[in-house]
């Protein structure tokens, strides 16, 4: 990794914003956006599920994601910060799914 080859979110946070923007959003669209393989977004997203930060819902054939916006984010250094708050900085309320 060079200098300019790192960024303040971690592929957790990528994949929350991307489906706080698109809620319907796919795998195999999410996974591009972060950069990151199909396989490594499932499985993201299933601990995302599993700890309680999002919704999953079958809806026809797709899956529908809602991020719980009332949980905190897991730091101890930002664990007053919701992530309604964390998205609201990042996505802004407009772009909220």
């Known amino acids: 990794m060079t ?3 790192w ?3 971690s592929n957790y946070g990528h994949v929350l914003v991307s489906l706080a923007r698109d809620p ?17 977004a499932q499985q993201i997203v299933a601990e995302l599920v599993g700890q309680g930060y999002l919704r999953k819902e079958k809806v026809g054939r797709r899956n529908r994601y809602d991020v719980v916006r009332g949980a905190h984010l897991r730091h101890e250094l930002e ?4 992530l309604g708050d964390f998205l609201e900085l990042v996505v802004g309320r ?4």
Request: aromatic fraction near 4%.
């Open 3 to 5: 200098n300019g080859d």
């Open 7 to 9: 960024t303040f979110l």
């Open 24 to 40: 319907e959003a796919r795998m195999r669209d999410v996974a591009p956006a972060v950069g990151i393989t199909e396989r490594a």
């Open 79 to 82: 664990s007053q910060v919701t």
């Open 94 to 97: 407009s772009q909220q799914g």
